[in-house]
């Protein structure tokens, strides 16, 4: 694991936890206020907003992580570049921003599987993935990815052989990893718009394997 782990901010516990429904409205209306405000001063436009919440919602997301991988898996040239500079390889595909310029890619192999973790709080890349899943950032799964990493595989139900060995991987502000999972040996010589298919959004984080075809 990499052992310097730096956040451009510390890990905060308050917006870790999981909040009750009175709590959520009370954020929520809170958020709204500020929007509001922020609105009436001019500070944002409701319309740069809007176009904001298109984004997370449409245009970001491990759809795009499984095209980098597709990719990777049908175009040896661009799997050598992926996984020498991340970031240059993932921006080809149209892939970048925030949370996406220290891209890491790394291959799974028949002897190493890796998984990602962000142990201090939820470092994760968006561009490629979108926002972490809640287990991402629940210290259960930050701990125990690390303590006992083939146990948690399989309560996400990914039995690997014995002799794989299992890398953990920790995010960080400088650093996000992405997982380059093996390509199931049933879709050799498939489209690559068939493979993307096949790329979960777990696969891409470790804990979980491609669909077989
Ligand atoms: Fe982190």
């Known amino acids: 694991m990499s052992s310097n782990h730096k956040h451009s901010e510390p890990a905060n516990p308050y917006l870790e936890k999981r909040r009750n429904g009175e709590e959520t409205s009370e954020l929520e209306k809170r958020v709204s206020d500020i929007e509001a405000l922020l609105i009436s001063k001019g500070i944002v ?3 740069s907003l809007d176009r904001m919440i ?3 919602e449409k245009d970001l997301g491990p759809m795009n992580g499984a095209r980098v ?3 990777a898996w049908t175009d040896d040239e661009y ?3 992926l996984l020498q500079d991340g ?3 993932i921006a080809e595909l149209g892939f970048s921003g925030l949370q996406g310029e220290h891209m890491v890619v790394i291959e799974n192999t028949q002897e190493v599987h890796n998984v990602v973790v962000c142990t201090l709080c939820s470092c994760y890349p968006w561009p490629v993935l979108g926002l972490p899943p809640s287990w991402y950032k629940d210290a259960p ?5 690390v303590l006992e990493p083939r146990e948690v595989l ?3 139900g990914t039995f690997l052989p014995e002799h794989q060995e299992i890398r953990v991987w920790d995010s960080s502000a400088e650093i996000r990893y992405m997982v380059l999972p093996r390509q199931p040996e049933q879709s050799k010589g498939a ?3 068939k493979l993307v298919g096949l790329v979960t959004r777990d696969s891409m984080i470790g804990v979980g394997l491609p669909k077989p075809s």
């Open 87 to 89: 970031t240059s390889a």
């Open 54 to 56: 298109e984004i997370y």
């Open 141 to 145: 799964y930050r701990s125990r990815i």
């Open 191 to 193: 489209s690559e718009d």
């Open 154 to 156: 399989e309560e996400f």
């Open 79 to 81: 799997k050598s570049r």
């Open 45 to 47: 436009s409701k319309e």
């Open 69 to 71: 991988v597709a990719k």
